[in-house]
């Protein structure tokens, strides 16, 4: 594994909701088709799930203009309540890994690692880590540059979350 210098974005989110029911909502396509998109008006369509450790999956996210983003994820850690960690990637259709075609040098390799915590019987925190792997020169300033945006995309995944996992309720 390539060492960088380049520190991870870093999410932390307090949901109203088990520990063990946050995770499945990252892990069960089930939950994940009703959350795991930036906004209102998307939607999430896996088109494989194999979500354990070693496993691999690809999803479609349709934006509300029918824009579609394709996603494939490979996952290296699933550790069920407390701890999920995975690469994603630009993908087609086919699964095949693309280089982004929306921002120049994006970094092909994405690793996240996410922490959940229990704080009370019914709510939970996760950590989220987010950061190249394998990155060039040119990934890693391209990263860099987008930083004080990372939050915007998984962060408003986190809020999709938020409000799927209140409709639970």
Request: proline content about 6%; some cysteine.
């Amino acid at each position: 594994m390539k060492k960088t210098d380049t520190k991870p974005s870093i999410i932390t989110r307090e949901f109203n909701a088990p520990r063990q029911l946050v995770f499945n909502a990252w892990t069960q396509v089930h939950h994940l088709n009703n959350w795991m998109f930036p906004m209102p008006g998307c939607r999430c369509d896996f088109v494989s799930a194999d979500i354990e450790d070693g496993g691999s999956s690809l999803h479609k996210i349709t934006m509300p203009n029918g824009h579609e983003m394709w996603l494939f994820t490979q996952y290296e850690t699933v550790q069920s309540p407390e701890k999920l960690v995975f690469l994603q990637y630009m993908s087609n259709q086919e699964g095949d890994i693309i280089y982004s075609p929306h921002i120049p040098n994006w970094p092909q390799h994405m690793l996240a690692t996410l922490l959940f915590k229990e704080l009370a019987e019914d709510r939970t925190e996760i950590t989220f880590h987010w950061e190249p792997r394998h990155a060039s020169t040119e990934e890693l300033a391209a990263f860099e540059a987008t930083r004080e945006d990372h939050d915007k995309g998984w962060g408003a995944g986190m809020n999709q979350l938020e409000a799927y996992l209140e409709s639970l309720e």
